[in-house]
């Protein structure tokens, strides 16, 4: 009976740090699968609520636009997974680290960072259902930003499309994505891009 009790926790502590060893973000790793990618494809590490999110490892296209008040990014995987980041602020490039942060407060209010993060995925393609978040709280950072790649940071809290902004519906959010050579949107501020190193 003790043999069992012993086996049977083992398994368990087993079971319960296989469930939990990929909750960190590894930038390393992240930063080796990018060097294999093709240029203008992302890699995405995202834990939503402590777990993968999307399928580790596959790559997603990009598209990638930016203009003096705003930083577009269009990101899809071959699994129709998707995510939407779009950043506004006037003249976000100039600012060292460049980072934006939004609360409930920030809202709607011209006058601080409107940040819009969305990321979905189809859980079931037969019946096109899917599971989607939105930030509700949070901060990005646009850790680096040049020619060979883009490497964005966030962490925070999403809720589901619908779901009232309160504390309960919250899931917590932490991931980057790194993007090989970014292919810039035709739209993109030519003069933005050739100031990037």
């Given at each position: ?13 087993l ?9 960190k ?21 995202i834990?939503?609520n402590?777990?993968d ?49 939004l ?95």
């Amino acid at each position: 009976m003790k043999k069992k009790v012993i086996y049977w926790f083992l398994i368990t502590l087993l079971f319960n740090s296989s469930c939990h060893k990929n909750e960190k973000l590894d930038l390393v790793a992240l930063s080796n699968q990018a060097t294999l990618l093709k240029d203008g494809d992302a890699t995405v590490q995202i834990f939503i609520n402590h777990r993968d999110f999307f399928v580790p490892g596959l790559p997603f296209n990009t598209q990638v636009r930016v203009l003096p008040q705003s930083f577009k990014v269009s990101l899809m995987d071959s699994a129709k997974s998707n995510i939407e980041i779009e950043l506004i602020k006037n003249n976000w490039n100039k600012t060292t680290p460049i980072s934006f942060t939004l609360t409930n407060t920030t809202l709607g209010n011209p006058m601080v960072d409107q940040v819009i993060f969305m990321a979905g995925k189809l859980i079931n393609e037969a019946s096109q259902i899917g599971e989607g978040y939105i930030l509700a709280e949070g901060k990005i950072e646009i850790k680096e930003l040049t020619k060979a790649r883009i490497l964005i940071e966030l962490e925070g809290n999403l809720t589901k499309p619908g779901t009232a902004t309160i504390p309960e519906n919250y899931v917590p959010i932490q991931g980057a994505i790194i993007i090989k050579r970014p292919k810039f949107t035709p739209d993109s501020s030519k003069d933005l891009i050739l100031s990037l190193k």
